[in-house]
């Protein structure tokens, strides 16, 4: 890493859109960009047995091949606390619609000069709703089949054959 401050942002990445993108970019003007993702088991706690769609080693390959990152870390707690207090980054990066006082750490780090900076939110643009246009695509019957006709249909890969949502 260089001299720049270090900036740190966390989410579950599952699937990666324009706006975890966004907010990436956005935090790299600000310095060097640490990104703590939350592990498979985690997702699957807190977003239901279908996610996440991909392993977590496909959603820190999707990060750190933005190019804007640094490093990627997974955490399985409700917050990545650990490792906000082992780097005590100048900047905690979330998108505008996570309300300040849910933000981990965020007085803590005051502590150590660090400081939450909130980014505008790209609107209509989350991993759910890709998730939930994609899985329409399966009837709701938990199958597609792909490249014309087949007699032996695979598993939606979003809804696993359970009919999602």
């Known amino acids: 890493m260089s001299d720049k401050p270090l900036v740190f942002v966390s989410g579950c990445f599952d699937v990666f859109t324009a706006g975890h993108l966004h907010i990436l970019r956005e935090a790299a003007k ?62 905690l990066v979330v998108g505008d619609d996570y309300p300040l006082e849910k933000v981990a750490c965020a007085e803590e780090a005051k502590f150590w000069g660090g400081q939450v900076v909130q980014v505008k939110r790209i609107p209509n643009i989350s991993s759910t709703e890709v998730i939930n246009k994609l899985c329409k695509k399966c009837w709701g019957k938990g199958y597609i089949v792909t490249g014309g006709y087949s007699k032996y249909p695979r598993l939606c890969p979003i809804c696993k054959g359970k009919k999602y949502g």
């Open 30 to 91: 600000l310095g060097d960009v640490i990104v703590g993702i939350n592990s498979d088991d985690y997702a699957r706690r807190k977003k239901g047995e279908n996610r996440p769609v991909d392993t977590w080693e496909v959603r820190a390959k999707n990060v750190m091949d933005t190019g804007l990152v640094e490093e990627v870390y997974w955490f399985d707690d409700d917050t990545p606390w650990e490792i906000i207090f082992l780097f005590k980054p100048k900047f």
